[in-house]
Structures are given as structure tokens and as C-alpha cells.
């Protein structure tokens, strides 16, 4: 096997101009192909962190049936209860309520249509993006008035700081409930949606609109890392024994995301698979021309009692060899050209505003590229895959060579 | 001529599997990017109808605040006079008036926010396909205002309403009254757009009553008899004077050319400022009085020109054609070309290795034989010819493959389409609105041989080293070689 490898790595110097030549086509052909992986992983994770951080979390408790039918009366009651049993369970995780409400926001120069979230305001600061898009005035306080807009809405109502708006909605078959508010501060996100529709208010507002105290949408835990997600939920599950709730970890929670991811992610996939096929086209007409250049060669080995089982090995490891060659290569190459996009991020912001929105989640227009090492490997060991998948039917030309043919051959 | 031809026929058959291999490698690629065009163009025909031609219109009037603010308030009064007046142009396809409102609408059990148009059924049949898109049972908006109302399937289904029942309207009218009214539901529609299909649609003569706006609008659509971009600033520019020569103080949306250096700008949030630069990417640095920031495409929409006639807010009435007001919908027509000339790029910088590699190897196995030709005396020219001939006869041969692959794959993609949601049916959630994720292929002849054109210029570049280090053999080494 040795004497094998060794005559492998002898015939892919021996013709060096062409060996290079293929192992530019596989290494570039991977760089490409690592570079789209880089960037995708980078915007799933951004799209992860937006989400969980804005709509969920890694542990999420909501009122059974809630993530389907999104019913504003599937409201979890003794919600600052459960937020206290699992703040014991994870002393180290950031814990928010949440309460989503649509309805009416009204100010002297006209209506809009709002969604608001009502939140733990200390918790949620340190949570969710939108605190440092404040771009007038400061974040929400504990006062069941405060609320804080995004920039469009506060050009729709036509309304400063401090300004008094009142929210409408109704819910059940109360009446058309009123809470007042009074402006705290103005987001600016750059993505419109969130900009015209979003708006942040303390939990204790939602007293005033569903007639009910001490309830809400959803308990979010939050950790630093996403991997505690899993095991997080399944903790919860086995501790928290009250009827009728959802316990999801954050892909349950976000399926729109995850749907997107795994769209994306098969849309990627066939135009890598593409790439590879053209590459391979190549890396198979290297390996049959220096087959049928070197049958003479073949016919002497063969007559001096090589066996022609061996030569195939030989040919399937000078194929193998030429990926992993190239498959180092592509990935140093594809590492150091994803490197900028890495550290420094593709900014977007001038093609797409500040942030963008996909599936109800606000996303920064500045993707960062993710390392995201299982494909990369992945991507290495594809390559030396489909070079010896190349070198197959070379190889297999071998078995049925005839050595006295072979040795005429010119 | 003749002789070059039979001489690369020759060299190319003399090792047809390389040939072969070869140029199916370069099939495959010239069929993917036919398809991949295809679909692309059949994707953007789908974009347009949806954003252009449904959405923004090919021209847009309205109040110049109301594209920033989108508030009640900024609509443009006096209505019925433009409204008579664009009619009247001969350029004018189509026109409609549009009033858009936001309310609490609801039943006694249940409400929510919802944005309300107000249109003129007779006008907006010519120009939206909601009329075609109800469902089963319903039916469009009566010509005559009767409190009729539309709504999406997605306020239906969050609402829990059905046909005939009774949709509660209420909210705040321009005069800070408060307006209340009942409207018949008449008909669910199903729209691809995600705004559209969470709101509702009624008689325009019925919603300026409610919120005392009579003669209020707050945009025209109009649709022009001819959709070419040229034709369209031409004929937004004779609105434009048509509307000042009747006394209306129109405001002129800046341009892209209007922000060159040295341009007094204004920003809500900044203040004033004035352009230094701008690069090749369109991205303009403004100093401002504390600092200097950059503005890209999309954020210069809601920037302000200081020297203007009418500034946005003293003016009443301002025109746009549809990529000047959208200009994220522009963007991405614009980035039509871009996708594919990147995907294109791409798979032909790839594809070329494996031509070059080809042309290298067929021209190192003949060292001998073109030290042999060189010695009778061929020039070096023709060496170099004789190889491009080659490289261009085996790209016939991969263009006469890619077009019978690609054809058939440009055949089932024209008439079957491509359900990029993989099978779950699931629209594709886009800019707002849900497209149809079954996405058919649009041929058109002219882009479908982009492809086959770039397959020549690659393999004419790539056989090019080949051919020079081919004709530069000395003649005797050449023919020494084993």
C-alpha cells in the first residue's frame, strides 16, 4: 500500500502543470462554494439571534395552542410566578414575560395600526436589539404609561417625546378598551415594518386592555449560548407541572425561521452540487488522459508482474490524492478570502436600509460570515469523495487492459 | 480555412472521450445557466406584476408628505380636479384614487388594527386583480357606494367573520371626530400580497364620508399606455407641468442626479447638511454640522433638497414614476442582471479549467507533431490559429449538447414550472408579499444565448496559452521530444 501511495504522489508530480491546473479548478471551485457557505451561516445566525431575541427565546412557555393559532386570549395566567419557579431553575439565564397586542394607536393628526409588545422592561433591555435603537429619548421605565415607537409611527402620528397617544383594541366581548400613553422614546431600526408598527410598553399596561392581572403571551428564557436550548427545555419540561402549556425550545418556537433556513439551505445545495459536477467533469478528463498516456507504461508493469488490481488502487489513490490536495488548499484558500467578510461583515445597509425583515424579525443589513467548521470539513472530505468517484471508471479501464496491446500502444 | 477546419475536426476526434467529456462538462454548464435564466426572468415577470403593476402603479401622485409620513392628514385635497385632469391625457391608460386609512375593525367579539382602502371599483378593475381573485361566493365591490367591504383571507380568518356578516369600523377621522360605521361584508379575496390580505377594501365615496374627507385622496395610480422607462419620465414630467400650470404647488422629488456634490441637503433626524462626495456605488457622504455620514440609495429617499420651489411640506402634490418611489422594488429589478451574472461568472470561470486543461493536454501530447509541422515551415500564426479552431469547434459541439439539455430543461420549466418550496406549498414570504412559490420560466431567445456566447469567449481565451506556448516550440527540441 505504501509502494502504492508513493507511486500515486510520484505521477500527480510527474505531469505538475497539469496536476496544478486541476488542483486550481477543485481548490477555486471549493473557495466559492466555502465563501456562499460562510455568508449563509453568518445571516442563519443572524436571523437566530434577531428572532430569539425579539419574539422568543431558548426556553419558551405559552398557553397550549398559542404558536399556532396566535389568539390573543391564550393568555398563560400567574405569569410572574412561573418567571420567579424558572429564575430558580436557571439563576444565570435573563427571563422576560411578554403580552403582544394589536390594536390602535391614535395622536391629533391621525390613527395607526400598532402591534405592541408588552414586556419586563429591565429584562427585555438586556435581551432584545431594539433598546440600542433608540434614537430620541430613552428606554421604557417601570410606568405602565411609558411606550416607546419607531421612527415611521411617530411621523404617522405626528408625535414628539412626551407626547400623549392612546392605544384602542378590543378583546373578547369586552368593550373597546382605552389605555393612555405617554412617549418615552423613538426606535429606528431601518427596516420599515418595524419602524411603522412596533411599539414597546410594560406589562402592567395589559391590565387596562384584557381585563386580567398578572398574565401574559409568553415567558422567554434567554441564555448566552443557543446550545443550551435543547437541554433547557427539556429540563423545563420535566420540572414544570402546570396543565395546559407549551414548553418549546427556539426552533419550535420560530418555525417561519427555521422554515426559511431549510429552503435556503436545499436551494444552496443544488448549486453547490452543480459546481461539483462541472468540477468533476474536469478532474475525470485529467485522470483519463493520464491513464491512456501511460497505458505503455501500464503494459510493462502488467508483463513484469504487477497486478492490475493494484494499478486500479493506484489510479483510485492518485484521485483521491488530487482532492485532498485540493480540498487543503480550497479550504486555506476559501478561509483566508471568507476572513474579511468574518471580521469586518458585508454591509448591505446602502442596497437594503440599516436592518431588513424576514418572517416578523428585524435583521441587521450587516452580515457577519460564520466559520461553520462541520460543513467545511464536510465540504473537504466531499472533494476527495468526488475526485476518487472521478477515478473510477479510469481505474476500472486498467483491469481490462492486455499487456502485449498496451505495450504497442503508442 | 477549409483545411483548419478538417485539420481540429480531426485533432478532436482523434481523442473523442476527451472531447466528449469535455464538452459535456461545458453542456451541463451552458443548460444550467439557460435555466437558470429562464427561471430568473419568469421570477421577475411575477416580481413586476405583483410590485409594479399591482402595487405602486407605473406613476404615483400623491401628497409629498404622505410617502414619508403615511398619515391620514397628508392626502391631497381637491381631488376630483386631477383626477378629470389625468383622465384626459392621451398617455393615460388607467387612473384611480386611493384612500388609505388604519382602524379598529371587528365584530362584537373580536377586533384589530386594520388598514382600510378606499377605492373606485370601475378604476382599480383596469389596474389590481383583486376582482379576479375572490373566493368562491363573494363578490367585488358594487360600482355605487353601498357600505359594502372586502376583506383578505387572513383578516377572515383572525377575525372569525364570514360573507354578510357585519364588520365594525372604528377610528379616528381627519377632524379628530371619532368615525364609526358598519360595513356588509361581501366577498373574501385572496391577494399574494401579505398587507393586502390582512386589510379590507371599499368604496371610496364610503370612506371619505366616514373619516370627512370628502374629495380626499392620498394617491393616484396611474397606468400609462406605454411601460418603457423613457416613455414613463415623459410623461410624469407633463404631469408635473400640467399640474403647476393649474395652480398646484408641486413639489419635485429629488432624483438620483440631484445629489452631486455641493447639494444643500436636509434630514429629519441630522438637520441640514451638504453632499461632499459620491462613489461609484451611489453611496454619498453628507456633512452635517456635527459629523459627516453616508447615505446609500435607500436611505436618500427620505432626504430633502434645501433649494427647491416647493419644500414637502408647503406643497401640495407631488409625482413619481414607480422606481423613483419604491426605490427597494428598484433595487431589485436592478438586481436582476446581478444574480445571474455572478451565477454565470462563476460556472464558466470554473468551467474554463476544464477547457484549459483539455487545450493543454491536447497540445503537450502533439509537442512532436507540431515541431513536425513547424519544421515544413508552418508560421507560428497558424499554430496559434489551427488550436483556437479547435477550442471553437469543440464549443460548437458542447453549445449543440447545452442546447438540446437546456432546451428540455427550459421546456418543463416554461410549462410545469419550479416549486421552490420544496413541495410544501408554502408561499414565499418576500417584501410583503406571498408569492406563489410554483415559479414558471420565461424563454426569451435573446437571454437564453448568453450563455453559448460566453462559452466561446471562454474557450477562445482559454485555448490562448496553449496556443502561444504551441507556437513558440523550437522546431527541433520539439521534435526530439518522446
Known amino acids: 500500500m505504501a509502494l502504492l501511495i508513493t507511486l500515486a504522489f510520484r505521477n500527480i508530480r510527474r505531469n505538475l502543470r497539469r496536476s496544478i491546473i486541476t488542483l486550481l479548478a477543485i481548490s477555486v471551485g471549493l473557495t466559492v462554494m466555502l465563501l456562499g457557505l460562510c455568508l449563509q451561516h453568518g445571516s442563519y445566525n443572524a436571523m437566530i439571534r434577531s428572532g430569539v431575541s425579539q419574539v422568543a427565546g431558548h426556553v419558551v412557555i405559552q398557553k397550549k395552542d398559542y404558536q399556532e393559532q396566535r389568539e390573543p386570549l391564550l393568555l398563560l395566567t400567574n405569569s410572574s410566578q412561573i418567571k420567579s419557579d424558572l429564575q430558580k431553575e436557571f439563576p444565570d439565564a435573563t427571563i422576560t414575560n411578554r403580552a403582544f397586542l394589536g390594536g390602535l394607536l391614535t395622536a391629533p393628526k391621525g390613527p395607526t395600526a400598532a402591534s405592541i409588545i408588552a414586556v419586563d422592561s429591565a429584562s427585555e433591555k438586556t435581551i432584545s436589539d431594539f433598546p440600542q435603537k433608540i434614537i430620541e429619548g430613552e428606554w421604557l421605565d417601570d410606568k405602565p404609561e411609558s411606550i416607546v415607537i419607531g421612527s415611521n409611527m411617530a411621523e404617522t402620528l405626528g408625535v414628539k417625546l412626551n407626547n400623549k397617544i392612546v392605544f384602542s383594541a378590543q378583546y373578547g366581548k369586552n368593550d373597546i378598551a382605552f389605555h393612555v400613553f405617554r412617549i418615552k422614546g423613538i426606535f429606528h431600526t431601518g427596516s420599515a415594518e418595524a419602524d411603522s408598527f412596533i411599539a414597546y410598553a410594560n406589562l402592567s399596561m395589559t391590565k387596562n386592555i384584557l381585563m386580567q392581572d398578572d398574565v401574559s403571551h409568553q415567558v422567554a428564557v434567554h441564555f448566552e449560548d443557543v446550545e443550551q436550548s435543547i437541554p433547557a427545555t427539556e429540563q423545563t419540561r420535566s420540572k414544570l407541572s402546570i396543565p395546559d402549556i407549551d414548553i418549546l425550545s427556539w426552533d419550535q418556537a420560530l418555525p417561519d425561521i427555521q422554515n426559511m433556513i431549510e429552503m435556503d439551505r436545499v436551494s444552496n445545495a443544488f448549486i453547490h452540487f452543480v459546481l461539483a459536477v462541472i468540477v468533476g467533469m474536469g478532474i475525470l478528463n485529467t485522470m483519463l488522459m493520464s491513464v491512456l498516456e501511460r497505458t505503455r507504461e501500464f503494459g510493462v508493469m502488467i508483463s513484469i508482474g504487477m497486478k492490475p488490481k493494484d494499478l486500479s488502487i493506484m489510479i483510485l489513490l492518485e484521485g483521491a490524492l488530487l482532492g485532498l490536495l485540493g480540498g487543503v488548499l480550497g479550504i486555506i484558500l476559501g478561509y483566508l478570502t471568507c476572513y474579511p467578510l468574518v471580521t469586518h461583515g458585508l454591509d448591505l445597509s446602502a442596497q437594503m436600509g440599516d436592518s431588513y425583515d424576514a418572517a416578523g424579525v428585524t435583521i441587521s443589513a450587516i452580515i457577519y460570515g460564520a466559520y461553520h467548521w462541520p460543513s467545511i470539513i464536510l465540504y473537504g472530505f466531499l472533494a476527495v469523495f468526488f475526485s476518487t468517484i472521478c477515478a473510477i471508471y479510469p481505474a476500472l479501464k486498467i483491469i481490462y487492459l492486455k499487456p502485449v496491446d498496451a505495450m504497442r500502444h503508442h | ?482
Open chain 2, 1 to 482: 480555412m477549409q483545411f483548419y477546419l478538417l485539420v481540429s475536426w480531426r485533432n478532436l476526434w482523434r481523442n473523442r472521450f476527451r472531447s466528449l467529456i469535455t464538452s459535456t462538462a461545458m453542456a451541463i454548464a451552458i443548460a444550467l445557466c439557460m435555466s437558470l435564466i429562464c427561471f430568473n426572468s419568469g421570477f421577475y415577470i411575477k416580481f413586476e406584476e405583483i410590485f409594479i403593476n399591482q402595487r405602486l402603479g407605473h406613476i404615483q401622485i400623491q401628497n409629498p408628505s404622505y410617502s414619508k409620513t403615511k398619515a391620514l392628514q397628508d392626502s391631497i385635497r381637491k381631488a376630483d380636479e386631477i383626477y378629470a385632469h389625468i383622465r384626459d391625457m392621451p398617455q393615460t391608460k388607467a387612473i384611480s384614487g386611493r384612500l388609505q386609512i388604519t382602524a379598529l375593525a371587528g365584530t362584537k367579539e373580536k377586533s384589530a388594527g386594520v388598514v382600510i382602502s378606499g377605492i373606485i371599483p370601475q378604476n382599480e378593475k383596469q389596474i389590481t386583480t383583486i376582482h379576479e381573485q375572490m373566493q368562491p361566493g363573494g363578490n367585488y365591490i358594487s360600482d355605487e357606494p353601498k357600505k359594502e367591504i372586502i376583506i383578505g383571507y387572513k383578516l377572515k380568518e383572525e377575525l372569525k367573520i364570514d360573507l354578510n356578516d357585519e364588520l365594525l369600523v372604528y377610528t379616528q377621522a381627519a377632524d379628530g371626530s371619532i368615525a364609526n360605521d358598519l360595513f356588509t361584508v361581501i366577498g373574501i379575496y385572496k391577494s399574494g400580497s401579505a398587507i393586502l390580505d390582512r386589510g379590507a377594501i371599499t368604496h371610496l365615496t364610503d370612506l371619505q364620508e366616514m373619516m370627512v374627507m370628502q374629495n380626499e385622496v392620498h394617491e393616484f395610480i396611474v397606468i400609462s399606455q406605454k411601460s418603457e422607462q423613457p416613455e414613463l419620465l415623459s410623461f410624469s414630467q407633463s404631469i408635473q407641468k400640467d399640474l403647476k400650470q393649474s395652480k398646484r404647488k408641486v413639489y419635485t422629488f429629488p432624483t438620483d442626479e440631484d445629489f452631486v456634490p455641493n447639494t444643500k441637503v436636509y434630514d429629519a433626524r441630522y438637520g441640514e447638511g451638504t453632499i461632499i462626495e459620491k462613489d461609484m456605488q451611489g453611496i454619498t457622504s453628507i456633512k452635517f454640522s456635527d459629523e459627516t455620514r453616508e447615505f446609500g440609495p435607500k436611505q436618500r429617499a427620505t432626504l430633502e433638497l434645501v433649494d427647491v420651489e416647493h419644500p414637502r411640506n408647503k406643497a401640495d402634490v407631488g409625482v413619481r414614476t414607480w422606481w423613483q418611489s419604491d426605490p427597494t422594488v428598484a433595487e431589485m429589478m436592478g438586481m436582476r442582471d446581478v444574480g445571474t451574472g455572478i451565477f454565470l461568472g462563476l460556472v464558466f470561470f470554473i468551467a474554463g479549467f476544464g477547457i484549459l486543461n483539455t487545450m493543454m493536454m491536447s497540445v503537450f501530447e502533439r509537442t512532436r507533431e507540431i515541431g513536425i509541422l513547424k519544421a515544413l515551415g508552418f508560421r507560428p500564426r497558424r499554430i496559434v490559429f489551427l488550436i483556437i479552431v479547435e477550442s471553437i469547434l469543440l464549443s460548437c459541439l458542447s453549445a449543440l449538447l447545452g442546447i438540446l439539455f437546456g432546451g428540455f430543461l427550459i421546456f418543463l420549466l416554461v410549462n410545469y414550472g419550479m416549486d421552490i418550496s420544496g413541495g410544501t406549498g408554502k408561499p414565499l414570504s418576500f417584501m410583503g408579499a406571498n408569492i406563489d412559490p410554483v415559479i414558471y420560466g420565461h424563454f426569451s431567445p435573446s437571454e437564453s444565448t448568453l450563455p453559448i456566447v460566453a462559452l466561446f469567449c471562454i474557450s477562445v481565451l482559454a485555448s490562448l496559452w496553449p496556443a502561444i506556448r504551441a507556437a513558440r516550440l523550437k522546431p527541433v527540441e520539439a521534435i526530439r521530444q518522446e
